[in-house]
């Protein structure tokens, strides 16, 4: 099969995460053990995830002007996503200051910077959406610019997913524009069954349990997750719906089965994207699994 293009329109950041033996109190300072800078948003992780498990992938998106713009550029070129429509924006690139203690408890702050800023998407960043074959969007931009995505990719037969994280109330217009939701359970609680009623496909997370669909007539799939050791669930939930964008077109119970593999990967190594599996590992476990 030929790969499927996909194009996300979304999100990316600098997590900067500190490992500390205990969560600071307000006003104190503590000694750290480690420190990294690794490549994050919900947009990039997606965009990689689906790069990795077989997917011509373009992103269209915002970096800063500051010193993590490079590096965020250079993730998504490394990765094969095509970057050639992701804007430099005047001031800070969007971070994600994490906090991990020894319990594994942790504390993050988020600062949009650039992502704030894509809005008014141009003709040229709007084309990739109607060429594509999958329009995947989550909701670390401004929704606006979502919706106009989703209306753009509608239009063009595109199929458009949407990972409605982090939760909020959804405008009409961009649900009637949705084919897909991805959700976990506890989005799929927050969004509620009048908003989930109203989109014909819907694809819930279920850790370790795999994932259930819900179609248009009403009809039902749930698959398993492949039995693994998990190490570390980060990442977990943008590995399935970055390969579920890729396989979505074999229907939903080979789309699902093939996204569970890669989430269920995805959980037994750390890290958020550079946990994503590619294709030829997750067939291999799928192999293992039949
Ligand atoms: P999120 O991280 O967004 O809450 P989930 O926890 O539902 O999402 O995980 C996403 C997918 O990753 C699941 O559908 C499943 O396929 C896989 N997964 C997550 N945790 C495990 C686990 N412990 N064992 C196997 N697969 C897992």
């Known amino acids: 099969m030929s790969a499927n293009r996909v194009v996300v329109v979304g999100s990316i950041n600098m997590d900067l995460v500190a490992r500390t ?11 750290g053990t480690t420190f990294a800078t690794t490549p994050g948003g919900k947009g990039a992780n997606q965009a990689i995830a689906a790069a990795r498990a077989g997917a011509d992938v373009a992103f ?10 490079l590096d965020l550029r250079q993730a998504l070129v490394d990765a094969e996503v095509d970057a050639e429509r992701l804007r430099e924006v005047s001031g800070p690139s969007g971070v994600a200051v994490i906090t991990v203690d020894d319990d594994g408890q942790n504390s993050i702050v988020v600062l949009p910077g650039a992502n704030s800023r894509v809005l008014d998407l141009t003709d040229e960043e709007l084309r990739p959406v109607a060429d594509a074959d999958v329009l995947l969007c989550q909701l670390e931009i401004p929704v606006e610019t979502v919706t106009a995505a989703a209306r753009h990719g509608s239009a063009h037969d595109t199929v458009v997913m949407l990972n409605p994280s982090p939760a909020r109330p959804l405008p009409d217009e961009l649900i009637a524009s949705v084919d897909v939701l991805v959700v976990n359970e506890t989005e799929e609680q927050q969004l509620g069954g009048d908003t989930l009623a109203r989109v014909a496909h819907v694809v819930t997370t279920l850790g370790a349990d795999g994932a259930r669909y819900r179609g248009p007539q009403g009809d039902r799939v749930q698959v398993g997750s492949p039995d693994v050791d998990a190490v570390d669930t980060t990442g977990a939930g943008d590995a399935f719906t970055g390969a579920l964008a890729f396989a979505w077109d074999r229907g939903p119970r080979d789309a699902l089965t093939f996204a569970c593999a890669a989430g269920a ?13 590619t294709r030829a590992e997750i067939e291999a476990l799928l192999s293992e699994n039949t």
């Not at 033996?21 to 000694?31: C, K, V």
């Not at 269209?60 to 713009?69: C, E, L, P, R």
Request: proline share 15%; net charge negative; no cysteine.
């Open 21 to 31: 033996p205990r969560m600071p109190a307000p006003g104190e300072t503590i000694l």
């Open 60 to 69: 269209v998106g915002a970096v800063g002007d500051d010193t993590f713009a």
């Open 265 to 277: 990967l995805a959980t037994t190594r750390p890290g958020a994207s550079a946990a994503s599996p």
